[in-house]
């Protein structure tokens, strides 16, 4: 069935470093994949999202690309802040209601 | 506007009590979801609703787990018996439109189960 595995965290990370967050997945055809983040206290937010292959999602200097060849979805952001520390989780979306959600990555960010 | 909304934010019950799970969608969303997230780990499909019609309860873990949305707006999410198993973050997440579309999730209620 469809799944998604995500990096273990924590990961922990200096102000201004660079972040990749490595996600694949299985699904056959063509899911739709996405990037939510939560925040301390608050619920999951979308981040950013690629509906097919090759596409690029970015959102708050996030980026993630949508390679079919590798089925993943890395996640990337070129000098991180400390505002960035949150938990992020990878998913799908492929037939019928259901999201699968990767088991999230723990990122905080140092000063 | 008003985001999703869940109450009780926390909710302690004893094993075998009852519970009830509110969840106030974004007004006018069409879909709406149920979660359980388990400490450490993802959101797991609990349910999908569009309007008051629910289409998929394939994620409940038993007949104990129960959800209705009579009205197509507010959900409810409840539990019999409850277990210690039961303990987790219950969330929900409503959508504008199809299943397949950005969902806006709530803060989640965590249930813990004594």
């Known amino acids: 069935g469809d799944s998604v595995t995500q990096m273990e965290g924590p990961v922990t990370l200096s102000e201004e470093a660079f972040l990749t967050i490595n996600c694949t997945y299985t699904a056959t055809g063509y899911p739709s994949l996405f990037w939510y983040v939560q925040y301390p206290g608050e619920g999951l937010q979308l981040l950013l999202k690629a509906t097919k292959a090759d596409d690029k999602g970015s959102n708050k200097g996030f980026e993630a690309t949508y390679r079919k060849e590798t089925t993943s979805f890395h996640l990337e952001k070129g000098s991180v802040q400390v505002s960035d520390s949150a938990v992020y989780f990878c998913a799908l979306h492929h037939t019928g209601n259901q999201f699968y959600f990767g088991t999230g990555t723990s990122l905080t960010v140092i000063p | 506007g008003a985001g999703v909304s869940q109450s009780p934010r926390y909710k302690v019950a004893k094993r075998g009590q009852d519970v009830a799970l509110r969840c106030d969608p974004i007004?006018?969303?069409?879909?709406l979801f149920w979660y359980q997230q388990a400490l450490g780990q993802g959101p797991e499909f609990l349910t999908y609703f569009q309007n008051e019609a629910q289409l998929d309860k394939s994620g409940l873990p038993s007949d104990r787990f129960f959800a209705e949305r009579p009205e197509g707006s507010v959900s409810t999410l409840k539990i019999q018996r409850t277990q210690q198993e039961d303990s987790a973050v219950y969330l929900c997440a409503s959508s504008p439109r199809g299943a397949s579309y950005e969902q806006y999730f709530g803060p989640g209620t965590r249930l813990t189960v004594t």
């Open positions: 007004s006018g969303h069409v879909s």
